[in-house]
């Protein structure tokens, strides 16, 4: 998969460009129910803004394992591994710029450095089991899975490997790991070199979400020095588009924010709508934050392109048949006022969008059509 | 094609160059005559042959001989004939440039049989045209009489057997008629009294190995073909050349390959009369066509049904070649006791594992191409049958790949047993394992609290519900059923007896139903590379009202049943069931309101078996290797294929 890269757009030396530093965290009122993906992706967004970062860095310790006591403490009545590897996890997770699949397998590869086993069948048996606590640890996080079962995919789909004595088949695997990381901060690249051309001088582009990708491509355009303006919906209620926003400024990209309601109001004056992805599903639909579908939907009934901007690693083998055929991604909401206990509130974290309504995905692996996904899917996995 | 060659051929003085030639060694290759020969054929083409219907010279022949490719000249010893040295040479001095004429081995006219045939009537051998298969070979001929022997050998031919459905453009000489014609009023008497031997012989060969041709049908092709025997028809005599060397070798039983090569296409166009008329000639199975056919479907296959078994039960005994195992599978097709795409493929596949373990390579045969012929001789009884499906179409690739790569180096009852297991893996993995996989899978979208629709009697979709239920998910079960076949009821049945709560209706009720429907499942008898399902008849209404009501539509299909063909509606491709199952309702004389107007010209039934589904109204396809969007099936088809060459 990473073979087929289209790497060699990338100026070999450039190296990935320092982003935001650390976590921080919007108040969480019951800790039991919110996804620990949610709870990530929380942490990242939170981020990004330096002012935050000072608070931030006082906030990481005390927040990170107050949230994580109750689950680690689950598995510790499990067996001693899955303590290990979540731990591990964890300890990767807070890492802002690193990606979840990144950390997920940065997680594997330190099973692997603490494995005892002394055959690659009985490392294999281990990873597993590894990857399984993992992946049942937060089953709401697409690219956490997707990652694992990249990784586990390598370890037992790569010929090469048996023909090594053990030790260098090990640490051929570990090496392996570690490029993740770089290929994931890589992968940004290029997509943001991939997707220049889409982006022509005095065009308007609505950007829903905060995507590290998105951002990645705004910022490349940007000294490029295209002229753009750029549509930040609000993103209630992280307040996403308000810290994009404030991002972009910064870069002296011409901004403005609508709330999320205003959608439809202003397609009108929009050339094309880039979104980020969760995970980009068999379908070629993505998974992605609360209102893509939405916004989809309008601009898809506007004629206005949708690209899509995500990773290969966020290719998952999901398919589902409508939005609520997926692991619900729980998360508080803050309404302000106070709600009557019997009102219900709809706490999902994420919609699915189906192809239908995406013009173009920009991956690492080239510009796609939505239904060139699952054949990427197929050639991977089978 | 042959309509635009012909001319050509007639025109261009080029193409009467391919000769004949008399070669002295009658074993060497025809490469080697060629090169020989390329000096002396305009030579000879050039003389005026001895014999007076001999049109070889530069007269306006209708001999067909196609564009000249230089190896595919035909040569043969019409010239040494000339030179009235003709009787000594034997016929196998015939070269073929055409090898590829031979096939199986089973050569229609290979010079052995060739010089046989010219032993029994010791005479001079008579020129004769081999086309090529598809023609792009071809023999210059023409049967001639050589005064000096006073005898003349007239082969009288079946249909060579590769050639028969290309070759078919046979047709196209009656356009040569005409040009013919002249020729025909100077045939000779040696020449008539030729024609009457040979059909004689025919009649003779017929009766004594009665089995293998239906007696009646040895005699009309004796008889066509001597009426056609014409020397100017090119192609009918090649024809005859081949009829006349499963004449003689009836013995040798080339009989299956006979059979296999005029087996009807599978996708035989029926509304082309000559093609049927030829394909019935060779037909086991006796059939009457039924009359009062939809004007849009006339290429399609439709007998009157029940024809066709008395007839096949008296033939028990015949049908020598046929092993009981298929026979057996043909009968239960042909009678409809197997019925749905899994069960008739697997019937087949473990039929011909009957027939592997029977086998024995006969004597100076090729284990590999021998058996292929076999095998496709009994496939060509089983489209008699029933006509095939894609997914059978699938396994009989397999199963011909699988002999056709079987080392040479293995024995014969290795090789047996390795045919036995490849088939026996193909059943479990490809069949029996993929719809376990597709079972897992499909159960993941099942939840609680669903109402399933499905259509018919989908056995994978059987199975899914029957795993979901067993998984103890609480779900409810729409089965939508339709007439004729009324397949649903068994589905229902066996589902109840399950304890899962269902809700029986007719297709005519679905858009009323569809709205309490959360997830319809259907069954596919093949899936398309452009995403189109092929399948039984109503399921494309029923997919459609779904996803009107935007219901999310499953459909469950195996991967050898993906073809690579594209289709874009179910008028091209699709099998005509039996039209008084439509026209009547049994057991309910009061509604059956066309007693005695089934024969009526202005009425005509059309029992639809199968339609096609557009991509566009299909959510998701469950096949052995995960749940796929419509868009990937060529994916499928491409990576599947490949190992499906490797299994």
């Known amino acids: ?382 | 094609m042959e309509s635009r060659r012909n001319p050509r051929a007639v025109v261009d003085p080029k193409v009467r160059q391919v000769g004949f030639f008399t070669s002295s060694q009658p074993d060497s290759s025809s490469t080697q005559q060629q090169q020989q020969q390329t000096d002396p054929i305009p030579a000879s083409a050039s003389s005026p042959p001895v014999s007076t219907i001999s049109p070889s010279g530069n007269s306006l022949s209708p001999v067909m001989i196609p564009p000249p490719r230089l190896n595919s000249s035909d040569t043969f010893p019409l010239r040494g004939a000339a030179a009235g040295a003709s009787s000594a040479v034997s016929p196998s001095s015939f070269s073929y440039s055409n090898r590829r004429d031979f096939p199986d081995g089973s050569t229609t006219a290979s010079p052995g049989r060739h010089s046989r045939g010219s032993f029994v009537k010791s005479s001079t051998p008579v020129a004769s045209s081999l086309p090529g298969i598809g023609m792009d070979s071809m023999a210059a001929a023409k049967s001639s009489s050589v005064p000096a022997s006073g005898l003349t050998t007239v082969s009288v031919a079946t249909m060579p057997p590769g050639l028969a459905e290309k070759a078919s453009g046979m047709e196209v000489q009656s356009d040569q008629k005409k040009n013919s014609k002249p020729l025909k009023e100077k045939t000779t008497k040696a020449e008539r009294r030729a024609i009457q031997e040979a059909q004689r012989a025919a009649k003779a060969a017929a009766k004594a190995d009665g089995g293998k041709v239906p007696p009646g049908t040895s005699a009309s092709v004796a008889s066509t073909s001597v009426k056609v025997a014409k020397p100017a028809k090119p192609s009918t005599q090649k024809n005859e050349v081949s009829v006349a060397a499963g004449v003689t070798e009836k013995k040798g039983g080339p009989s299956e390959k006979d059979r296999k090569k005029d087996a009807p296409h599978p996708r035989m166009q029926y509304d082309d009369e000559s093609r049927v008329v030829k394909a019935k000639r060779r037909a086991v199975v006796k059939q009457t066509e039924a009359k009062n056919r939809v004007e849009l479907f006339r290429h399609l296959p439709q007998y009157e049904h029940g024809t066709q078994l008395p007839d096949l039960e008296t033939k028990f005994f015949q049908l020598d070649p046929m092993h009981p195992a298929v026979y057996k599978v043909g009968l239960q097709y042909l009678s409809g006791d197997i019925s749905g795409g899994n069960a008739r493929c697997i019937a087949m596949l473990q039929a011909f594992q009957e027939v592997v373990k029977d086998y024995s390579t006969p004597p100076e045969k090729n284990l590999n191409r021998d058996m292929t012929a076999k095998i496709s001789s009994y496939v060509s009884f089983l489209i008699e049958c029933r006509p095939l499906s894609i997914s059978m179409g699938n396994a009989i690739r397999f199963v011909k790949n699988r002999i056709a790569k079987l080392p040479i180096t293995l024995s014969e009852s290795e090789a047996k047993a390795a045919l036995q297991s490849d088939i026996e893996r193909f059943i479990n993995d490809k069949i029996i394992g993929a719809d376990m996989v597709i079972v897992k899978h499909a159960v993941t979208k099942i939840r609680d609290g669903d109402v399933l629709l499905t259509y018919g009697s989908p056995t994978a979709v059987e199975m899914i519900l029957l795993h979901a239920h067993e998984l103890k998910k609480k779900f409810r079960v729409l089965v939508v059923d339709s007439r004729p076949k009324l397949e649903g009821q068994l589905l229902l049945r066996r589902l109840i007896k399950r304890g899962i709560s269902c809700t029986y209706t007719h297709i005519n009720a679905i858009s009323y139903i569809m709205h309490e429907v959360t997830k319809v499942f259907l069954g596919a008898s093949s899936v398309l590379s452009n995403g189109t399902v092929y399948s039984r008849v109503g399921t494309a209404c029923v997919a459609m009202v779904a996803s009107a009501f935007r219901v999310p539509v499953l459909v469950c299909c195996e991967a050898y049943k993906f073809h690579e063909r594209v289709q874009l509606d179910s008028i091209c491709s699709n099998e005509l069931g039996d039209p008084n199952a439509i026209s009547k309702v049994h057991g309910r004389e009061d509604i059956n309101y066309l007693d005695g107007l089934t024969n009526n010209a202005n009425l005509q039934f059309l029992n639809l078996m199968y339609d096609a589904t557009p991509s566009d109204y299909i959510s998701m396809i469950i096949t052995d290797y995960g749940m796929v969007p419509p868009t990937s099936v060529p994916v499928i088809v491409r990576e599947y294929q490949k190992e499906h060459l490797l299994v």
């Open chain 1, 1 to 382: 998969m990473w073979r087929r890269s289209p790497s060699f757009i990338l100026d070999r030396t450039s190296s990935s460009p320092p982003m935001a530093a650390d976590t921080t965290r919007t108040p969480i009122q019951n800790p039991d129910s919110i996804s620990a993906y949610y709870q990530t992706r929380a942490a990242h967004h939170g981020v990004i803004t330096s002012e935050w970062l000072s608070q931030a860095q006082a906030a990481v310790g005390g927040v990170v394992s107050g949230d994580e006591h109750p689950v680690s403490s689950l598995n510790e009545l499990g067996n001693e591994k899955s303590f290990n590897v979540i731990e591990e996890f964890n300890s990767w997770r807070k890492q802002p710029d690193l990606a979840e699949a990144v950390a997920a397998i940065r997680a594997l590869a330190a099973v692997i450095r603490a494995s005892e086993a002394t055959t690659m069948m009985e490392l294999e048996i281990e990873l597993k089991k590894a990857s399984d606590t993992l992946k049942s640890w937060d089953k709401t996080s697409i690219s956490l899975t997707a990652g694992c079962d990249l990784f586990i995919r390598y370890v037992t789909r790569t010929s090469a490997l048996e023909y090594e004595d053990f030790n260098s088949a090990k640490s051929r695997l570990l090496e392996r790991a570690e490029k993740f990381g770089e290929i994931s901060c890589k992968a940004r690249r290029i997509i943001a070199m991939l997707s220049q051309d889409f982006i022509f001088d005095g065009c308007t582009i609505l950007v829903h979400g905060l995507s590290r990708v998105v951002l990645e491509i705004l910022k490349t355009a940007a000294q490029n020095n295209k002229l753009f303006r750029v549509l930040c919906t609000e993103g209630r209620p992280d307040g996403t588009g308000v810290l994009l926003s404030s991002e972009l400024s910064k870069l002296d990209i011409p901004v403005k924010l609508l709330l999320d309601s205003a959608v439809a109001y202003s397609m009108d004056e929009v050339d094309m709508v880039f979104v980020g992805a969760d995970g980009v599903v068999e379908s070629g639909g993505i998974i992605n934050m609360m209102g893509t579908y939405q916004i989809a939907l309008v601009a898809h009934s506007m004629n206005k392109p949708v690209y899509v901007a995500a990773e290969s690693y966020k290719f998952a083998r999901l398919y589902p048949l409508d939005q609520k055929d997926m692991a619900p991604a729980l998360r508080p909401i803050e309404f302000g006022l106070k709600i009557p206990t019997k009102v219900e509130v709809e706490r999902s974290a994420r919609d699915y969008t189906p192809p239908q309504y995406l013009t173009l995905l920009f991956t690492d692996l080239g510009v796609l059509s939505p239904s060139v996904v699952s054949d990427e899917l197929i050639q991977l996995y089978l």
